[in-house]
């Protein structure tokens, strides 16, 4: 019996190896991928631009597939585009001011109109009353501005002839339709158009966008359907292998979102992180060790909508932020630019609160992330823990301020060696309580004018 058992063994772990074993496009080992991404874990904290005609019926950049919007109805914004306060070194000051570290532009979102003065289309910035290459100008100031530049290039095109219409496409199949009328209504409205066009027309954009622009550091590609999903776009149809592997000859450093769906195809490798849209805070949690950046919207949409209210206040806002770092992710929050080319009121007001925290308190975003598990605070403190590797600094996040101006910190004793606030670095006295095991901290009764004060801590094994 016994010697059976050892080939069987054997036997059972070689097939798991065979099983588990991941695809990889290309030859890089973990350490090398965390040295490439090194400087966008660092930075935590990007924005996004979502811009296009969209912003001139300023009700959702989805607006052409929510309203069934035909090619020739949406002609009318293309030819009424003229940003005359377009100025992207005021966006990028404004991206510096509120901490931001990176800034993705769309350079083509779903509705097909580029920003970019592409070869391949008339459906561009510079053939309309702008007149302007508006993503070189966009490169241009961010990257004066010290911020790392990134392009969104939206994988669905609403307006290319040779894309075929699925079902999110403005001219997608009534609802009411069952399968079989479905089924003939696809390959009736189809006849024609030819992917295999589309897919050149996206190297060729690709490919101008990754050589006429200089070094890009991200570029976030959008987006792939569910697997199973019948209407819609899988990873071949992209031509997704070969568009990602052109990317990463084109750009060798730069970080790709995950969105090309090659996950789906069992690659390991077919994406750098992953991009958990618009969750609250508390689904933001370390993802299995991957990679990810959260994005997020200050309102309900990504495009500029005049009459969206629901506008998330500072606190919120700090959540996303801190929440991300503290569980070792990214935040990129997005500003959706007026036609005019101006960051409206809203989002001036939102970007200004972040900067007056993040002026203060920002060493306790850029390079950290979760803390060793000794340092864990309990979940019903409600406060969020970040941790500095490199200076073995603890950053504790006060969204519950204490009102009788005692902090307790559970099993803290000898593990830290002094504590002040992060804003002025002012001390806070501490003690051990009686248990022996936590310490007791004094703060001030009136908390700090920081809708989220930050207490940093040494710890002794600095
Ligand atoms: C979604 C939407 C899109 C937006 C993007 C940002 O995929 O289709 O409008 O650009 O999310 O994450």
Redesign the pocket.
Known sequence: MKSLLLPFLFLCFSVQLVFSQEKKIFNETSQQKSARLKWWTDARFGM?I?WGLYSLPARH??VKNHERITNEQYQKYFDQFNPDEFDPKKWAKAAKAAGMKYAVL?SK??EGFCLFDSKYTDYKATKTKAHRDLVKEFVEAFRAEGIHVGF?Y?L?DWHHPDYTVDD?HPQRAAENLNEAEKEAYYSRINKGRDMAKYRQYMKNQVTELLTNYGKIDIL?L??TWDKGSKYGKHPQDWGAVDLIKLVRKLQPGIIVNN?LGLDQDGYSDGGDFV?P??VKPAELIPFKGKYWET?QTFSGS??YYRDENSWKNQHELLDLLVTSTANGGNLIL?VGPTARGEFDYRATRALDSLGLWMHENNISIYHATYPPDIYNLPESMNERVTYNAQTKKLYIHLFNYPEDGQLILPNYQGKISYAQFLHDDSEIPFKVADNGKDLILTLPKTQPPYVVPVIELNTVNQ
Do not use: I, K, P, V
């Open positions: 996004f979502h950049e989805w769309t979102h779903h969104y939206s669905l999110a976030w959008d987006w969105r991009t849209e618009q994005c990504w495009g997005n």
